[in-house]
């Protein structure tokens, strides 16, 4: 079983896609129209950002969840005691950023979000008639004008050796999200678990865009769609002496989209947040 990388421009893309996301919650796109110097100069930016004191000025807001989350107060995910060996920055178009950064991740989170907009037209489109008659609205109208659209940009420092054991960069969790949409790493690590519980490398060649599944989409579409587990786990030898960036953007409804006759967007959001001790 392998991920293969779907072609963006090619005649059979929607449906390869979305049958991907169907089968493992994970869908690998090349060629697609987010451009690459965006997203390392963004890398490039970041790794200084973090490399700097000047983040400890921009520590997250409770309430909002907007800003700097230190490795201190990193999460913890659901059914985890460890930590996460990582510290991660909340960009929100309303929210706080540093001015000298904030233009750059403005334009990718737009291009990002009009890419999500298009692939969960895609998903609909593929989704057959019983699943897609109980979607609230279109899935791609769930996300219009949302302010809860989330960007994270995730450092997961050099490892000196004596973390805890067990900790990892970040443990097996699933997305609360609708769905995610994220780069390849600058460094290899992300893997997704399949049905027969074995984990797969996800391919992070430079350019390819990963997409999954989130479990708002899984309650949207009844489990049509699984959001399924994935983590990121700790390089060996050499590469322990390398930081790791990656850029994910969780496409989030608005608060007041129905997902399924339980569950507001909004709802369904708190109760995940306190789950994992943020909130
Ligand atoms: O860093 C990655 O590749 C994945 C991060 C992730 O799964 C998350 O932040 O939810
Ligand atoms: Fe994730």
Not at 18 to 41: A, C, W, Y
Not at 193 to 204: E, I, T
């Amino acid at each position: 079983m392998q991920l293969v990388a779907v072609d963006y421009t090619s005649e059979n893309a929607k449906k390869e896609f979305v049958e991907s996301l169907r089968e493992t919650g994970f869908g690998v796109l090349k060629n697609h129209p987010i451009q690459q110097k965006m997203v390392t100069d963004i890398y490039d930016a970041w790794q200084a950002f973090f490399d700097s004191e000047e983040k400890h000025q921009y520590v997250y807001n409770k309430g909002t969840q907007d800003g700097f989350f230190p490795q201190s107060v990193s999460e913890t995910a659901k059914g985890f005691t460890k930590k996460d060996i990582k510290e991660y920055f909340h960009f929100y178009p309303w929210g706080q950023c540093p001015e000298h950064l904030r233009q750059q991740l403005a334009d990718y989170y737009k291009a990002a979000n009009e890419l999500a907009r298009e692939l969960l037209s895609w998903i609909e489109e593929y989704s057959p008639e019983d699943i897609s008659k109980h979607y609230s609205q279109a899935l791609s109208k769930m996300i219009e004008d949302s302010d809860q659209t989330l960007l994270r940009v995730l450092h997961y420092p050099p490892l000196s050796g004596d973390e805890e054991p067990e900790a990892i960069r970040a443990a097996a969790h699933e997305d609360i999200n609708l769905i995610t949409i994220l780069p390849a790493a600058n460094e290899p690590g992300l893997q997704v678990q399949l049905k027969d519980g074995d984990w797969l490398d996800v391919p992070c060649d430079f350019g390819n865009l990963i997409v999954n599944i989130g479990d708002m989409l899984q309650e949207a579409s009844g489990h049509y769609f699984p959001s399924t587990s994935h983590r990121v786990i700790n390089p060996e030898n050499a590469d322990m002496t390398k930081s790791r960036i990656s850029l994910p953007l969780f496409l989030h409804p608005r608060p007041d989209v129905q997902l399924s006759e339980r569950h507001t967007a909004g709802s369904y959001l708190q109760e995940r947040l306190k789950e994992l001790g943020v909130i």
